[in-house]
């Protein structure tokens, strides 16, 4: 091997550089987002069904949609939850399932159901994804424009600009309502013309067309014919003659018998900004979008529209600055992990050359790492940029090992030529490998784990994977042949005189190893039983959680006012919370909806949510900054249920069904007794400590005002059911007749009854009916009004009714919670027809910690037999093994002492920890003799050889995850967790693998057999 390296040196330097280039060139090209690009096995069927009560909305439309959808292919469980004519079907999937097939079968089984359902009946199906979120968000408000004009802006002048710019999979316009004429019909008009609001309607329409009849050829020309009868405007409407029923009193125009006047959709929502009405406009990113040029690209459209002036922009979401945040925390990383490195190498070796070489290999590593990268299809995201992050330190670590190794030959036999030089890198050829499959071998199992874990840390693995992989060739061929001919034997001489800081640590090494090996079995039993027994109490008291926090600079209120409060009454008491909001010194802007939602889902105009952007720089914590604005709402604003989420706890939770941390599902066929038991039980878990924002699910949709025909009195007036229903459903609602084109809009035109007889609910059985033979009667003639209160949503899992008790927690961990909860809960005493079930991410997140107990498992396992291959001995093995998971307890104790939870990025550093633990022992036992007895002076011999470079990776390791592990920079809170298991693992491994190592390999050497050969 040092022939060929030699031979072709050459081609080596024009290979890193054209690897280096060509990753460079990569890295500009990778696209950015916040997240992997993960197939989400959930596909969400939203229906419409008009205005209908709930119970009648479940029985005719959701049950036989669950029915049809659950034969879909490749579902695994079904979630409905119903309303006042509307319903929302969730079908989950395998992870790894092909999720736009998926689609497609959810879109085909809809299909064929629609003929079966009630007319009038709308579905639309969509994947979960992240898209349904918006990358970036902008309010439009103004002193001057009214509402309906800035919507217009937005749809007319922002929608085209935006929906052309490259990655952007959709623009949505929250606010006002479409425009619309408004056409209020006199009924008193009516009855003297004998004709309904169902005859205006017809006339509107037939009044207002264009049509084509046909072709002419005449004296070389070609004509089309069109019959044109073209509303324009509002004095057209009004001059639409409108003719009286048989008998009546001849022709009349609509604007005799109507107001016309501009108006828009109605509406049940409400959308502001900082306190004014405003229009949102969201942007939506494709799967494989760029979330930072996007973001980039649409201020950059913003700014060349040049909005009117009196136009303010307020951007209250933008999803870049925690990418940059991330990428940031990388940045920081390398850029630490090349200065420190070199300050080590230069503190122990006292050479400038060494340091250029390591703070020239690093960048070019990851370079051609983001060249994979961009190869195989992968993004820049919080976990792709973790990896990179963690990877700086074993990557700096390959290359101080080679290094240290040709310097200590040069200090020994005095080598200088290049020749001698690449000979002392070869003999690190083999430990080098092992050492680095070693940490490569711990991340195979992740590619046998599903869900948000497993699509999470393969990204994060495949990223490690790449960089050691690049970093073994590196270290194996590009240094020594760097270094060989650069190295000078000053630099020998230099090492040498850095011996006065080496030396006092040998002589205190030698010391303390004398005591420990004297009595080898002793020693091994005390420290590990030590470390055992520690890290089991650790274990045991250490809060757990799932994912981990980070400060996001902004999060979601969620909000419900009094069921079935209108929406005046609620946007009142929702302007008592926008003073609280305001108050707050921490935000920056926020946004508000009311009867929709930032990302879609059924919601009533008695609830919403709000997006608060936080200030940059130094503030509050977000968490303190949520706990206290919880607070002042409960508070000053009683009567209002609110929920805090971070936006992407939000996502995560939405996209894998399990929005809140707790939910206690209760399952039966008694409807009173579900209803009991969630009550009761949302009293009782209230109260536990670090509880907060508990919700019984008893969900009430709003009242109802029934109207109840009667068939024989209707039938003496020659009208039924469906023709009074048509005739109050004009008069209530409203019917769009036509379209009037306006530019490039396309304006409806509806017909409805007076204000006062519509919102006046003393006044709907005094609403005017039309008999076929032109005559007038009031709708309390055939009808009975009544006021039903109470309209609950009805939620189905799997075709069973069910009740979900849900909550979220504040300054409490969520095993510790969970395992209270499940105490709490079991005391009562609920009727043995209600069963119990956990989910919400308490499931998903014991489902996460089974997945990555198996992957430790797995690593323990792959990491003997490694190092059985390499050595061949089982003692040897052993030891290792048990250095190992003495290493995995400091990390528990670790986590323990900073209050960190164990959660799966907390996991999965613990599984890190099994690889880097390996490469540190496997480096000790390379310096072993095997052709010797293993004995006391043995081992201090190679462990005097390993106490430079263990000391050198350990430190280099460390201090290049600091950045991470202490949480500097804003995008760095999702790998806090496993960079801190990892910081404490090498704290830990350094004298484990010193001491207690050759401590066990010494106790069972007796025992040990001569190897063969």
């Known amino acids: 091997m040092t022939d060929v390296i030699s031979k072709h040196a050459r081609s080596i330097w024009l290979a890193v550089i054209l690897l280096t280039l060509a990753g460079v060139v990569s890295a500009t090209r990778v696209p950015v987002?916040?997240?992997?690009?993960?197939?989400?096995?959930?596909?969400?069927?939203?229906?419409?069904?008009?205005?209908?009560?709930?119970?009648?909305?479940?029985?005719?439309?959701?049950?036989?949609?669950?029915?049809?959808?659950?034969?879909?292919?490749?579902?695994?469980?079904?979630?409905?939850?119903?309303?006042?004519?509307?319903?929302?079907?969730?079908?989950?999937?395998?992870?790894?399932?092909?999720?736009?097939?998926?689609?497609?079968?959810?879109?085909?089984?809809?299909?064929?159901?629609?003929?079966?359902?009630?007319?009038?009946?709308?579905?639309?199906?969509?994947?979960?994804?992240?898209?349904?979120?918006?990358?970036?968000?902008?309010?439009?408000?103004?002193?001057?424009?009214?509402?309906?004009?800035?919507r217009t802006l937005a749809e007319l002048k922002i929608l085209p600009a935006l929906t052309s710019v490259e990655g952007v999979a959709g623009v949505d316009i929250l606010g006002s309502s479409p425009r619309e004429f408004a056409v209020e019909v006199d009924p008193s008009q009516?009855?003297?013309?004998?004709?309904?609001?169902?005859?205006?309607?017809?006339?509107?329409?037939?009044?207002?067309?264009?049509?084509?009849?046909?072709?002419?050829?005449?004296?070389?020309?070609l004509y089309l014919v069109l019959l044109e009868n073209r509303v324009a405007d509002a004095s057209d409407l009004a001059a639409v003659p409108v003719k009286a029923a048989a008998g009546g009193s001849g022709v009349v125009t609509l604007g005799q018998i109507a107001t016309i006047t501009p108006s828009t959709a109605p509406a049940f929502s409400r959308v502001t900004s900082d306190g004014k009405q405003a229009v949102l406009v969201n942007v939506r990113q494709a799967l494989k979008g760029d979330t930072v040029a996007i973001v980039r690209a649409v201020d950059a459209r913003l700014a060349a529209l040049r909005l009117p002036p009196s136009v303010k922009v307020t951007t209250f979401y933008d999803q870049s600055e925690l990418v940059v945040g991330a990428a940031n925390a990388v940045r920081d990383a390398i850029l630490m992990g090349a200065v420190l490195a070199g300050i080590v190498l230069f503190v122990f070796l006292r050479s400038g050359r060494l340091m250029v070489i390591t703070g020239l290999m690093l960048p070019a590593v990851l370079a051609a790492t983001c060249l994979l990268l961009f190869a195989l299809g992968m993004s820049f995201n919080m976990m792709t940029?973790?990896?990179?992050?963690?990877?700086?330190?074993?990557?700096?670590?390959?290359?101080?090992?080679?290094?240290?190794?040709?310097?200590?030959?040069?200090?020994?036999?005095?080598?200088?030529?290049?020749?001698?030089?690449?000979?002392?890198?070869?003999?690190?050829?083999?430990?080098?490998?092992?050492?680095?499959?070693?940490?490569?071998?711990?991340?195979?199992?992740?590619?046998?784990?599903?869900?948000?874990?497993?699509?999470?840390?393969?990204?994060?693995?495949?990223?490690?994977?790449?960089?050691?992989?690049?970093?073994l060739l590196f270290a194996r061929f590009v240094i020594p042949l760097v270094a060989a001919h650069w190295l000078r034997q000053k630099d020998a001489e230099s090492a040498d005189r850095a011996n006065a800081i080496l030396d006092p640590l040998l002589a205190r090494y030698g010391r303390a190893s004398a005591r420990a090996f004297g009595r080898p079995v002793l020693f091994a039993a005390v420290v590990g039983a030590l470390l055992a027994v520690s890290g089991y109490a650790a274990w045991r008291n250490v809060p757990s959680g799932f994912m981990p926090k980070m400060d996001e600079g902004g999060f979601v209120l969620d909000y419900k006012a009094q069921s079935g409060a209108s929406l005046e009454d609620t946007d009142a008491l929702l302007r008592r919370v926008e003073t609280i909001i305001s108050a707050t010194p921490e935000v920056a802007s926020y946004s508000r909806r009311t009867g929709i939602q930032l990302g879609g889902g059924l919601t009533e105009a008695d609830e919403g949510d709000y997006f608060i952007r936080l200030k940059g720089g130094s503030r509050r914590d977000i968490e303190a900054v949520m706990t206290g604005m919880r607070e002042k709402i409960a508070a000053e604003v009683p009567g209002l249920e609110v929920e805090l989420i971070q936006l992407m706890e939000d996502l995560i939770g939405d996209l894998t069904a399990v929005p809140q941390p707790i939910e206690v599902k209760l399952f039966g066929d008694d409807t009173a007794a579900l209803e009991a038991g969630a009550k009761t039980i949302g009293e009782r878990i209230g109260k536990i400590s670090g509880v907060v924002e508990v919700i019984d699910g008893l969900r009430v949709a709003g009242d109802a005002i029934s109207i109840a025909v009667d068939p024989g009195a209707a039938a003496q007036y020659g009208l039924d059911p469906d023709s009074i229903a048509a005739q109050l459903e004009t008069a209530i609602g409203g019917t769009a007749a036509t379209q009037v084109r306006i530019g490039a809009q396309l304006i409806d035109v509806r017909v409805r009854a007076p204000q006062d007889l519509r919102n006046d609910v003393a006044r709907i059985e005094n609403l005017p009916l039309v008999a076929p033979d032109g005559s007038s009667i009031r709708l309390a003639a055939v009808a009975t009004v009544s006021v039903q209160s109470g309209q609950k949503?009805?939620?189905?899992?799997?075709?069973?009714?069910?009740?979900?008790?849900?909550?979220?927690?504040?300054?409490?961990?969520?095993?510790?919670?969970?395992?209270?909860?499940?105490?709490?809960?079991?005391?009562?005493?609920?009727?043995?027809?209600?069963?119990?079930?956990?989910?919400?991410?308490?499931?998903?997140?014991?489902?996460?910690?089974?997945?990555?107990?198996?992957?430790?498992?797995?690593?323990?396992?792959?990491?003997?037999?490694?190092?059985?291959?390499?050595?061949?001995?089982?003692?040897?093995?052993?030891?290792?093994?048990?250095?190992v998971l003495l290493t995995a307890a400091a990390v528990m104790i670790g986590l323990w002492v900073m209050g960190i939870e164990l959660n799966i990025s907390a996991l999965m550093g613990l599984t890190m920890v099994v690889g880097m633990v390996a490469e540190l022992v496997i480096f000790f036992l390379a310096e072993i003799e095997r052709?010797?007895?293993?004995?006391?002076?043995?081992?201090?011999?190679?462990?005097?050889?390993?106490?430079?470079?263990?000391?050198?990776?350990?430190?280099?390791?460390?201090?290049?995850?600091?950045?991470?592990?202490?949480?500097?920079?804003?995008?760095?809170?999702?790998?806090?967790?496993?960079?801190?298991?990892?910081?404490?693992?090498?704290?830990?491994?350094?004298?484990?693998?010193?001491?207690?190592?050759?401590?066990?390999?010494?106790?069972?050497?007796?025992?040990?057999p001569a190897p063969a050969g």
């Not at 003297?192 to 070389?220: F, P, W």
């Not at 092992?434 to 990223?463: E, K, N, R, Y």
């Not at 005493?829 to 107990?853: C, H, I, M, N, W």
């Open 33 to 150: 987002g916040l997240f992997p690009n993960i197939d989400y096995p959930r596909v969400v069927v939203s229906v419409d069904a008009g205005d209908r009560d709930a119970a009648q909305m479940e029985a005719e439309i959701t049950r036989p949609i669950e029915i049809g959808l659950r034969a879909v292919p490749g579902v695994t469980g079904v979630r409905s939850v119903t309303s006042r004519g509307s319903a929302e079907v969730a079908l989950n999937f395998q992870w790894g399932d092909d999720m736009v097939a998926a689609a497609q079968s959810t879109q085909g089984a809809l299909a064929t159901l629609l003929p079966t359902l009630p007319t009038g009946t709308r579905f639309n199906v969509r994947r979960s994804d992240p898209t349904i979120f918006p990358v970036t968000g902008f309010a439009l408000t103004s002193d001057s424009l009214s509402p309906e004009a800035l």
């Open 931 to 1008: 052709d010797k007895p293993i004995t006391a002076a043995l081992l201090l011999e190679a462990g005097k050889k390993r106490l430079r470079p263990i000391l050198m990776s350990a430190l280099i390791a460390v201090l290049t995850l600091a950045p991470l592990a202490l949480g500097l920079s804003r995008g760095a809170g999702l790998q806090q967790p496993l960079a801190t298991a990892i910081i404490f693992g090498l704290i830990a491994a350094v004298p484990l693998v010193l001491f207690f190592l050759p401590a066990v390999l010494l106790a069972l050497a007796p025992r040990e």
């Open 190 to 221: 009516l009855q003297s013309l004998g004709i309904s609001l169902s005859d205006v309607v017809a006339t509107l329409g037939k009044a207002n067309m264009v049509r084509g009849l046909g072709k002419i050829e005449d004296r070389h020309r």
């Open 793 to 883: 949503q009805l939620t189905r899992e799997n075709l069973a009714p069910y009740i979900a008790v849900t909550a979220r927690l504040e300054g409490r961990d969520l095993g510790s919670a969970m395992t209270e909860i499940q105490s709490a809960v079991g005391q009562l005493k609920l009727p043995t027809s209600v069963r119990v079930e956990y989910g919400g991410l308490y499931a998903e997140q014991q489902k996460s910690f089974a997945d990555l107990a198996l992957v430790f498992g797995a690593a323990l396992l792959l990491s003997a037999l490694l190092i059985t291959l390499l050595f061949e001995r089982a003692g040897w093995t052993a030891a290792a093994i048990a250095t």
């Open 385 to 471: 940029l973790g990896g990179m992050a963690a990877a700086v330190g074993l990557v700096v670590d390959d290359a101080v090992v080679m290094l240290e190794h040709m310097m200590r030959r040069m200090q020994e036999q005095r080598l200088s030529d290049p020749q001698s030089l690449l000979g002392a890198a070869a003999e690190m050829g083999m430990p080098l490998l092992g050492s680095t499959m070693a940490t490569i071998v711990v991340f195979l199992p992740l590619a046998f784990i599903s869900g948000v874990t497993g699509g999470f840390f393969q990204a994060l693995a495949v990223t490690m994977v790449a960089a050691l992989l690049i970093s």
